[in-house]
Every structure is written in C-alpha cells, then in structure tokens.
T-cell receptor, first 115, second 112 residues
Framework: DAGITQSPRHKVTETGTPVTLRCHQT?????MYWYRQDPGHGLRLIHY???????DKGEVSDGYSVSRSKTEDFLLTLESATSSQTSVYFCAISPLEGSPYNEQFFGPGTRLTVL | ELKVEQNPLFLSMQEGKNYTIYCNYS?????LYWYRQDPGKSLESLFVLLSNGAVKQEGRLMASLDTKARLSTLHITAAVHDLSATYFC????????????FGTGTRLKVLA
C-alpha cells in the first residue's frame, strides 16, 4: 500500500471555526490531491499540488485553501467551516511526471462534520 | 467541460450472474481508471487503461476501453458476494494536468 496517512480521521466542529486537515506521504511523489466525496457526486477535486509551494484549484475550491511547504505534507484548510463542507475528504498522491500510468493512490479519508 | 457518466448507478444482482457497468466520458482522454470502494473505506485501484482497445482482467472483473466511442466497460463474470462494493471510473481531465474527473459511481450489491 502507498504510504499515505491523513489526520485527523474524524472531526466534528462548529460552523465558523477554522479546520485544517493534513495529508502525509512517505513515497516522495510529486503530485498530491484533495478530494471531497458526497453521495451522488462521486469524488470532486478541491485542490492539487504539483510540487512544493505549487498548487492549483480544482472544480470545488471555494471555501478551501491549501499549502505544501514540504514534499511529504499537503494541508487543506477550511478558513470558516460551513455545514455544506460536511463530507469525507480524501487525499491522493501520484508518481513523478512522465509515468505512463499517472495512477492516483488514495489515503484512508477524513470524515468531517460541521454542526 | 469534461463529464464522466456511469450507469447504472445501482445494481443488484444474483451470485453467478454476469453484468456490465458502463462509463462514458465527454471529451478525448488518454487514460481511464477503475477503482473499487468498500463502505467506509478508501478507494482501491483496479485497472489503468492506457490506449484504445486496451483490455485488462483480474479475477472475475474485466475492463476495456474504446477511446473512439469514449466508453469503458467493467464486466463482471459469475458474480460473488465479495464483489459487492461501489465502483468508480475516472478520466484524466486534460492532457498534462494530471487531474481526474470521476464518475458518480456504481453501487453493486451481489445477493447470495
């Protein structure tokens, strides 16, 4: 299994509070991704990173920010959590550019509930 | 805008039967991926399909890709209960971006 961990695994918070989710990898992969999974929507990309300090938006980036100061860590921040951000969040990693497969490997997920 | 559609969304089938899950996508893409997700778990990679006509098989599952029709299929042969899960297909969003667009998933339930 790819070495990906996410923390926390479960979190309950209140509307308006800041929340940071952490993704940590031991594979030295260049690409890292944050997705959210909601019933009826599959997985949707929030933000991704293609290197240290290099990030870009996905299809549902509003209300989220990310940072990557080290290859192994990719942080997702909800500056002011809302109930619509209640979801399961998955981190994924992908090998170096040039791989013919560009396969993404997923972390265990974080279940976030915003009350 | 790239869209990925799967059908059916839900599938209940008897053990021993065969069935196919379809994945249609709206624009040209070089690569297509199939994942499996068990309830409350993460996504597990099943297949990576890289070219037109690609076919891959693992146990009772076989995936194929027709890039001209923008269609991939996941065929289940002689289903068993352990195959009960949700199956997702995903497509590279655009060449060079390494971003996936996922289908909404097919929830498969195999009845004993």
């Amino acid at each position: 299994d790819a070495g990906i961990t996410q923390s926390p695994r479960h979190k309950v918070t209140e509307t308006g509070t800041p929340v940071t989710l952490r993704c940590h990898q031991t594979e030295n992969h260049r690409y890292m991704y944050w997705y959210r999974q909601d019933p009826g929507h599959g997985l949707r990309l929030i933000h991704y990173s293609y290197g240290v300090k290099d990030t870009d938006k996905g299809e549902v980036s509003d209300g989220y920010s990310v940072s990557r100061s080290k290859t192994e860590d990719f942080l997702l921040t909800l500056e002011s959590a809302t109930s619509s951000q209640t979801s399961v969040y998955f981190c994924a990693i992908s090998p170096l550019e040039g791989s013919p497969y560009n396969e993404q490997f997923f972390g265990p997920g974080t279940r976030l509930t915003v009350l | 805008e790239l869209k990925v559609e799967q059908n059916p969304l839900f599938l209940s089938m008897q053990e021993g039967k065969n069935y196919t899950i379809y994945c249609n996508y709206s624009t040209t893409s070089d690569r297509l991926y199939w994942y499996r997700q068990d309830p409350g778990k993460s996504l597990e990679s099943l297949f990576v399909l890289l070219s037109n006509g690609a076919v891959k098989q693992e146990g009772r599952l076989m995936a194929s890709l027709d890039t001209k029709a923008r269609l991939s299929t996941l065929h289940i042969t002689a289903a068993v209960h352990d195959l009960s899960a949700t199956y997702f297909c995903a497509v590279d969003g655009a060449s060079g971006t390494y971003k996936y667009i996922f289908g909404t998933g097919t929830r498969l339930k195999v009845l004993a």
